[in-house]
């Protein structure tokens, strides 16, 4: 078993509520949890916290593995090591020994879904007994008494030929709860390095520390996602757990009803503003929901389309507007969406949609569930 472990206080002084702090758009925190919630070799996540403000942030996302734990009073005061959170924890669950464990440090927003997926492989090779992040600095250091340190100032190497040191950068941590619980530290044993990009070096402590680590950010992080990106000219998704939160309700009269949410229906029409054509795949064929794709005006209805009938059906869309399936983007939950989803170039599907349509290679895992908003958040990520 797999946990991250997310210390996040509510007092902080240099920034107010800072792990809440909108930090390119999102709350500083939840850029940790969504690479954590992404890394399919990290089973839970718990974001430790004293501050209920935090806690309602972190709830309100609707994670799928993430967990809020309340810390003690004690142990989140200013001069609380970060060390005595976890140990706290790892008592209150009575997790096993061989549970492995990675800190997390919300303070560095920088960090991918794949770095820890690389350094959790790193760690499974069994040649380590705790691992710690680290940058290559390239900086000449020097001692207090005016010796260097790190170089013959004689014989100053060019920065090429100069192999630099290795600067712990406070990312993440990963050992095992035996470990930690025997020797009270985030590290012990036989230490392996996992080495970072150089633009993982800082972390967020002081304010100047959020404009540098947002300009890194668009340029590193979102600005590359925006490269990958591939044209989107036709949107398609699915209606029942995706569109609607999968229920099926009843009138006294037997009439069948669905509850849509308002703003996916905004969504569909930002996408109209964008030029870009939409419309709705599913395996339903009911009235109900060809009144819905008519007062959502979207471009294309097929219904009663199972397993390969809606990959067939978003063929032929494709063919009558000459576009190619890598210019598609569909969301759906449920395994008669799979063959349609892996047959597009972009993908996503809802929070809750089933563990096999999760596990389509190159998916998008949305934060909200089907129909409470899922199908807006991915038209406002493809925007």
Not at 362 to 380: F, Q
Request: glycine fraction near 8%; hydrophobic fraction near 40%; charged fraction near 25%.
């Amino acid at each position: 078993m797999v946990i991250a472990f997310i210390p996040v206080r509510g007092g902080s002084k240099s920034i107010p509520l800072k792990n809440i702090k909108p930090f390119c758009g999102k709350p500083l925190v939840c850029w940790s949890i969504e690479a954590l919630e992404q890394c399919n070799e990290v089973d839970e996540i718990i974001v430790a916290t004293d501050s209920d403000k935090i806690e309602e942030v972190v709830s309100n996302q609707l994670y799928n593995k993430t967990k809020v734990y309340r810390r003690s009073v004690e142990n989140a005061c200013d001069t609380a090591s970060t060390e005595s959170v976890m140990l706290e924890y790892a008592n209150y669950a009575q997790l096993p020994s061989d549970c492995v464990f990675i800190l997390v440090q919300a303070t560095s927003p920088l960090t991918g879904t794949q770095h820890f997926a690389e350094a959790l492989a790193m760690y499974r090779k069994g040649e380590f007994d705790s691992i710690l992040t680290c940058v290559r600095n390239y900086r000449f250091f020097w001692n207090v008494d005016g010796t260097s340190m790190n170089y013959d100032y004689n014989n100053r190497p060019r920065r090429q030929d100069f192999d630099g040191m290795l600067m712990e950068n406070g990312a993440f941590y990963i050992n095992t709860v035996g470990n930690i619980l025997s020797s009270g530290n985030r590290l012990s044993g036989h230490i392996g390095i996992y080495e970072m990009p150089a633009y993982t070096a800082a972390e967020i402590d002081e304010p100047d520390d959020w404009i540098v680590l947002e300009n890194l950010m668009r340029k590193h992080v979102l600005a590359r996602e925006l490269v990958r990106k591939k044209p989107v000219r036709l949107f398609l998704c699915d209606v029942d757990g995706t569109l609607t939160d999968g229920g099926m309700y009843y009138s006294e009269a037997g009439d069948e009803l669905k509850k849509f949410n308002t703003r996916d229906g905004m969504g569909l029409q930002m996408l109209r503003e964008a030029g870009i054509k939409t419309g709705i795949i599913t395996s339903e064929d009911t009235k109900l929901v060809a009144n819905r794709a008519k007062k959502l005006q979207v471009d294309f209805l097929s219904q009663g389309k199972h397993n390969g009938g809606k990959l067939e059906a978003a063929i032929e869309i494709c063919h009558q507007l000459g576009i190619t399936l890598e210019e598609v983007a569909y969301i759906g939950d449920d395994v008669n969406c799979i063959g349609l989803l892996q047959a597009v170039g972009i993908k996503a599907c809802p929070a809750d949609a089933c563990e096999n349509v999760k596990q389509i290679n190159g998916i998008k895992v949305m934060t909200k569930r089907g129909g409470e908003g899922c199908v807006r958040e991915w038209i406002e990520t493809l925007l």
